[in-house]
């Protein structure tokens, strides 16, 4: 068994995560989402872990998926850790339902 962690070792992390919050998300409202602690930190914690495993991706990766927004993915990960309680609900919302499906599709190529 190959357990050498590189690039490939880490996209299949994030995309796990992704496929994760696509599927258990797909159907819920933002109103939903502001209502539900237990839902937020399911969702903040597998967008920590998504921006987590995004980090040890290597600078040549990055360079050559430079579509990616890398720093947002960031910075991100810094506002939820960071700033727990004044993270906008509404920017995690769209980022689920907008953002990773995008990222998910650049991923699997």
Same mark, same amino acid.
Do not use: E, P
């Given at each position: 068994m190959?357990?050498?962690k590189d690039d490939r070792y880490y996209v299949?992390?994030?995309?796990?995560?992704i496929s994760f919050l696509i599927e258990h998300t797909k159907t819920i409202t933002k109103q939903q989402l502001t209502e539900d602690e237990v839902l937020q930190d399911c969702v903040m914690f597998r967008l920590v872990q998504i921006a987590e495993n995004a980090s040890r991706l290597t600078q040549e990766f990055k360079i050559r998926h430079k579509n990616i927004d890398?720093? !947002?993915?960031?910075?991100? =990960?810094? =506002?939820?850790?960071?700033?727990?309680?004044?993270?906008?609900?509404?920017?995690i919302y769209d980022t689920v339902k907008d953002d990773l499906p995008t990222l998910k !599709?650049?991923?699997s190529e």
């Open positions: 190959n357990n050498v299949n992390k994030i995309l796990t995560d890398w720093q !947002a993915i960031n910075g991100l =990960r810094n =506002r939820i850790v960071h700033d727990y309680g004044k993270v906008d609900l509404g920017i !599709a650049i991923l």
